[in-house]
């Protein structure tokens, strides 16, 4: 907006979502606040990969 169409007088107190000084509405003034954007999913995880025959032999002895 042009300062020569500009309606604000500097009295910028808001009242029930309108300035007192202009009479323009929040969004008028401000205008529409961007989106906030939806968080995309995740892909879904690649399989694990088998342990090779020795490892899997080490740790299927159990705990001690």
């Known amino acids: 907006m042009s300062d020569e169409n ?7 107190t808001m009242e029930d ?3 007192l000084g202009c009479g323009r509405s929040e969004a008028e003034i401000f205008g529409d606040p961007e989106p906030v954007p ?3 999913p995740l892909p879904p995880a690649a399989p694990e990969a ?3 025959a020795n490892v899997q ?7 001690d």
């Not at 032999?57 to 705990?63: D, M």
Request: proline share 17%; aromatic share 4%.
């Open 50 to 52: 088998p342990l090779p």
């Open 17 to 19: 979502g309108y300035c």
């Open 6 to 12: 500009n309606p604000c007088i500097g009295v910028c």
């Open 38 to 40: 939806t968080p995309q």
């Open 57 to 63: 032999a080490e740790i299927s002895g159990g705990s």
